[in-house]
C-alpha cells in the first residue's frame, strides 16, 4: 500500500444529493492533490494544497468543494452533480508541491469510484 | 501546449517476452518524467522517474526507463514479461518550471498473455 487511504471506495449518488470524499495519508506529506480520472481521457488534476492552502484550482465546477483541515487529511465535498461526473477520484500526496527544481513524488490512494444518477 | 502522448492505446506481448510501451512529451525546459502504474480497482502506483544523470532509469518490478532528449521520449521496458505486469500503464511529465502539475498521458493498457 502507499500510505494514502480513501474513503468511501464505491459511491452512487442521485444529483440532488451532498456527499463527502475523504483522504487521509500517513506519510507525513506536507502537499495533498485531488484527480479526476475518467476512461480514456488524461488524468485531470483538480485540486492542489500545500500546508493546508489550495495553491490549485484548475478550473473546476464549484459543485466540487475542497476541503484541507490539515496536512493529512482532505476532503472533496460533492453537491448537486450530474452524470458526467462519474468518474474514478484520486487523492495524492507528497512531500511538498514540486516547485522547479523540485521533485517531489506523488503517491496516490486507491481512489473513490463514483457514479451519478 | 505542454504534453504527453501515449500513442498504443494497448499493448500485447506474450510472457517471457520483452515489453515496451511507449511516451513522447511535448514541453519547454529540462522535464521530469515519470512513469505510473494502476492494477484493476487501485490507485496509481509510482514505477520510476528521470530527473537528471543516466538515461537508463531502473525502477520497481524490474522495469526500466530510456529517457531520450532528441527524440522527447521516454520510453517504459522490462526485458521479461510477466502475467502479473498486466495493468494500465501512465507516463506523466513535470514540466521543470512548474508548480505541482504533472501532466499525464492518456494510458497505455499492457496485456501479457500466458
Known amino acids: 500500500e502507499t500510505g494514502v487511504t480513501q474513503t468511501p471506495r464505491h459511491l452512487v449518488m442521485g444529483m440532488t444529493n451532498k456527499k463527502s470524499l475523504k483522504c487521509e495519508q500517513h506519510l507525513g506529506h506536507n502537499a495533498m492533490y485531488w484527480y479526476k480520472q475518467s476512461a480514456k481521457k488524461p488524468l485531470e488534476l483538480m485540486f492542489v494544497y500545500n500546508f493546508k492552502e489550495q495553491t490549485e484550482n484548475n478550473s473546476v465546477p464549484s459543485r466540487f468543494s475542497p476541503e484541507c483541515p490539515n496536512s493529512s487529511h482532505l476532503f472533496l465535498h460533492l453537491h448537486t452533480l450530474q452524470p458526467e461526473d462519474s468518474a474514478l477520484y484520486l487523492c495524492a500526496s507528497s512531500q511538498d508541491i514540486p516547485l522547479a527544481g523540485s521533485t517531489d513524488t506523488q503517491y496516490f490512494g486507491p481512489g473513490t469510484r463514483l457514479t451519478v444518477l | 501546449a505542454q504534453s504527453v502522448a501515449q500513442p498504443e492505446d494497448q499493448v500485447n506481448v506474450a510472457e517471457g517476452n520483452p515489453l515496451t510501451v511507449k511516451c513522447t512529451y511535448s514541453v519547454s525546459g529540462n522535464p521530469y518524467l515519470f512513469w505510473y502504474v494502476q492494477y484493476p480497482n487501485r490507485g496509481l502506483q509510482f514505477l520510476l522517474k528521470?530527473?537528471?544523470?543516466?538515461?537508463l532509469v531502473k525502477g520497481s518490478y524490474g522495469f526500466e526507463a530510456e529517457f531520450n532528449k532528441s527524440q522527447t521520449s521516454f520510453h517504459l521496458k522490462k526485458p521479461s514479461a510477466l502475467v502479473s505486469d498486466s495493468a494500465l500503464y501512465f507516463c506523466?511529465?513535470?514540466?521543470?518550471?512548474?508548480?505541482?502539475?504533472?501532466?499525464f498521458g492518456q494510458g497505455t493498457t499492457l496485456q501479457v498473455k500466458p
Open positions: 528521470y530527473i537528471t544523470g543516466d538515461n
Open positions: 506523466a511529465v513535470l514540466p521543470s518550471s512548474n508548480t505541482g502539475k504533472l501532466i
